[in-house]
């Protein structure tokens, strides 16, 4: 078990449609992830928030829209997306110190049609 | 950042030690060394790190060239549920920057 529950498990949205990937964390880290993970290609980190503020962002395109109210709680919003942005998106937690491991979410399988 | 080399795959006997070797010929003194793992259907979860000592844990055993160059994750006994995706990963903690996912190594364990 990891702490990190995300959902929903699965979507399915057409390209007009606006929805949002939820993450949540309770472990009592201060650093929250998202990423994306496309078919045949590595991991890619999309945002990362330290404390509840951004601290980067990955040249990620507007139509996702990540926001962080607590420590505990990061959402991923999404609107007018593209096919291509098909993927399983993953959340991740870890707390900002020498190491940082990291625990990561089953992910959210997301297809857009 | 410091890059690493894997091998895209790999395939072990069940019961059997695996060895898997990652190259960073190029790590720095303050790269700590990470070892992910990716079970199929699911995201990535720890297994170890090190900086420069060998390091055991439940999971797996890291084994730490002299120079820092290489390191090479060892499961002692594999069984069927640990084919996943090895992900080698190195991280400098002196700038607190983010993990880089290469490829990984896949692992798959043969009955």
């Known amino acids: 078990e990891t702490g990190v529950t995300q959902t929903p498990r699965h979507l399915v949205m057409g390209m007009t449609n606006k929805k949002s990937l939820k993450c949540e964390q309770h472990?009592?880290?201060?650093?929250m992830y998202w990423y994306k993970q496309s078919a045949k290609k590595p991991l890619e980190l999309m945002f990362v928030?330290?404390?509840?503020?951004?601290?980067e962002n990955n040249s990620v395109p507007s139509r996702f829209s990540p926001e962080c109210p607590n420590s505990s709680h990061l959402f991923l919003h999404l609107h007018t997306l593209q096919p291509e942005d098909s993927a399983l998106y993953l959340c991740?937690?870890?707390?900002?110190?020498?190491?940082?491991?990291?625990?990561f979410g089953p992910g959210t399988r997301l297809t857009v049609l | 950042d410091a890059k690493t080399t894997q091998p895209n795959s790999m395939e072990s006997n069940e019961e059997e030690p695996v060895h898997l070797p990652c190259n960073h010929s190029t790590i720095s003194g303050t790269d700590y060394i990470h070892w992910y793992r990716q079970l199929p259907s699911q995201g990535p979860e720890y297994v170890i790190h090190g900086l420069t000592s060998n390091v055991n844990n439940r999971m797996a055993s890291l084994a730490i060239a002299e120079d820092r160059k290489s390191s090479t994750l060892i499961l002692h006994r594999a069984t069927l549920r640990d084919a996943a995706v090895y992900y080698c990963i190195l991280r400098d903690y002196g700038y607190g920057q983010n993990f880089v996912f290469g490829p990984g190594t896949r692992l798959s364990v043969l009955p």
């Open positions: 991740a937690s870890g707390s900002s110190g020498r190491v940082n491991t990291q625990y």
């Open positions: 472990l009592g880290h201060n650093a």
């Open positions: 928030y330290n404390f509840k503020e951004q601290t």
